[in-house]
């Protein structure tokens, strides 16, 4: 998607005075993602000619007031506090984007929800009675209506483009749902699971990466989450047959989408 070449051929009609009104949410997460976003670099520009820039921390301080066209939420949610934000945020936008692990599966901070967190928090703070956080990392969409998830962690800065010029221009987005095996066919990458024997969760994870492991002869750890319709039973399977143990099964679904359905079904089966 070249972002710049769509705006200068004047697809999306954006004048000053009808800028799409953006605003930037975070959540539970490292800001990993929203740092993607700063990551655009030349096409920032563009960004910030196609869109009014009206709420986002890690860039400016200036606050619009809302409502907003397009929200984009990072981020778990975490506390009672969350819970209650995300709502206030959901009334106040048109299309609520979600992006990367955290948002779309809980991310690595849903570690927890197979664990006590209330034994967790008693391990590492001194004070525990001040720490207020839900038994659960829960994805956004688990609270309120989502538009669109967009998956990663971090995400790919060319897909939020994608996803962004795609609102704006009133048209579907084109975002892969095919596993990464696709992407890494593509490339004339050598499996690294069949040729060398490293376990690999590219048949199961969505694409959106380009087969970055699998091109350094390493093995997929779904950082992209589920793709469509995942056989995660059927990979299990595969991954046991070739020699790893059940508690290496476990680990390899327990990742940053742990909390994912599909990945969190097969961890508990093997866990038992
Ligand atoms: S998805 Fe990954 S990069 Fe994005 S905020 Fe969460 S931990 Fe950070
Ligand atoms: S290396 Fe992994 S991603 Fe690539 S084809 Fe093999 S299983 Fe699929
Ligand atoms: S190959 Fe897998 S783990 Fe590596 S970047 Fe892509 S989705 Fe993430």
Sequence with gaps: MNWATCLCRGKYSVTSSKKAKLAVWKFASCDGCQLSILDCEEQLLDIAGAVQIANF????????????????VEGSITTPHDAERIHKIRRNSKYLIVIGACATAGGIQSLRNFADVREYT??????????????????????????????????????????????????KPCIPTYSVCVECKRKGNVCVMVALGVPCLGPVTQAGCGALCPSYQRGCFACFGPKETPNAESLASKLEKSGQTRQEIVRAFRGFNAFAESFRKQSEAYER
Excluded: M, W
């Excluded at 890690?58 to 066209?69: F, L, N, S």
């Excluded at 839900?134 to 967009?150: Q, R």
């Design 57 to 72: 921390a890690e860039a400016t301080r200036a606050v619009i007031k809302g409502p907003y066209d397009i929200s984009l």
């Design 122 to 171: 008693s391990l590492i703070y001194a004070h525990p009675e001040y720490i207020e956080s839900l038994g659960k990392s829960t994805p956004i969409a688990d609270h309120v209506y989502v538009d669109f998830e967009l998956r990663g962690c971090p995400i790919n800065k060319y897909q939020l483009l994608e996803v962004l010029s795609a609102k704006l221009a009133g048209r």
